[in-house]
């Protein structure tokens, strides 16, 4: 199932702040989660993972269960604002789908378009991915980087090198509960939102293999209770015509990562 949106409301290789990595800017709380045009269509294909691949797509080690339950509790007072309503023992999602309450991380994968990781210390100097809720991977498997500190989870990231290790630890070592951050990325895609790959698949293709962009909104915040990193991301997936002009042009200087296939 593609779900394309109708046009990609950021274009990170146009900006010089986030053109380089990692990219990161200062997040408006209020601006974190989004429902946008394509919710619809989107939550219907979250629907069928978490139904038909729910071991593909959710995963929680024992330390990352409190983070779990505190980032639900976070994101509920943010639902009504979001369009959604209130019902015995769950929610009515903006598109009439009602979702009942049960594991903290399955249930916002069928609530939110967004993906959510939960990154905590791992006690020799690096965040690990501990829990996520993981529909929508591009070019990555939860089984592989589960329980993996950053450095590992990032194989076979080329741009992903030690000096990078360390800058990126850096600032999750500097996230504040007060001064969430985002970042987003772009890369050449074939469409698929779920598109989990081994880490030892051979990458590469050509331009003409790739005719849409696909780009990730990544959000971290830090839990003021647990003090886990959530890394939430939400999927743009657009047609290379549908770019604005001014899209297209900074497109043609700054080209996209052709080796991701994503």
């Known amino acids: 199932m593609i779900v394309l949106h109708p046009?990609?409301?950021?274009?990170?290789?146009?900006?010089?702040?986030?053109?380089?990595?990692?990219?990161?800017?200062?997040?408006?709380?209020?601006?974190?989660?989004?429902?946008?045009?394509?919710?619809?269509?989107?939550?219907?294909?979250?629907?069928a993972l978490i139904a038909e691949r729910p071991a593909e797509v959710h995963a929680v080690l024992p330390q990352a269960e409190a983070a779990a339950a505190e980032l639900l509790a976070l994101v509920r007072p943010r639902l009504t604002g979001l369009g959604f309503a209130a019902v015995a023992g769950g929610w009515r999602r903006p598109d009439?789908?009602?979702?009942?309450?049960?594991?903290?991380?399955?249930t916002l994968g069928r609530l939110l378009q967004e993906d959510f990781c939960l990154m905590q210390p791992d006690g020799a100097g690096e965040h690990a991915l501990t829990g996520a809720i993981l529909c929508f991977p591009a070019g990555w498997t939860l089984a592989e980087k589960l329980g993996r500190p950053l450095m590992r989870v990032h194989r076979p990231v080329a741009a992903y090198d030690d000096d990078?290790?360390?800058?990126?630890?850096?600032?999750?070592d500097a996230i504040r509960p007060e001064s969430p951050m985002w970042r987003m990325n772009a890369?050449?895609?074939?469409?698929?939102?779920?598109?989990?790959?081994?880490?030892?698949?051979v990458r590469g293709a050509t331009r003409a293999d790739f005719p849409y962009v696909r780009c990730e909104r990544q959000c971290l915040i830090r839990l003021p209770i647990s003090r886990a990193v959530v890394f939430s991301i939400h999927s743009y997936v657009v047609r290379r015509e549908d770019l604005t002009p001014e899209q297209t042009?900074?497109?043609?200087?700054?080209?996209?990562?052709?080796?991701?296939q994503a």
């Open 7 to 47: 046009a990609l409301p950021f274009a990170p290789w146009a900006d010089p702040r986030t053109r380089r990595l990692p990219g990161v800017m200062p997040l408006d709380i209020d601006d974190w989660l989004r429902v946008d045009e394509v919710y619809a269509e989107q939550m219907a294909l979250r629907d």
């Open 96 to 106: 009439g789908v009602v979702v009942a309450e049960g594991l903290p991380l399955l």
């Open 164 to 172: 990078m290790g360390r800058r990126v630890q850096r600032l999750m």
């Open 187 to 201: 890369n050449a895609s074939r469409a698929p939102l779920f598109n989990p790959q081994p880490e030892d698949q």
């Open 249 to 260: 042009v900074a497109l043609m200087e700054h080209p996209l990562n052709h080796t991701v």
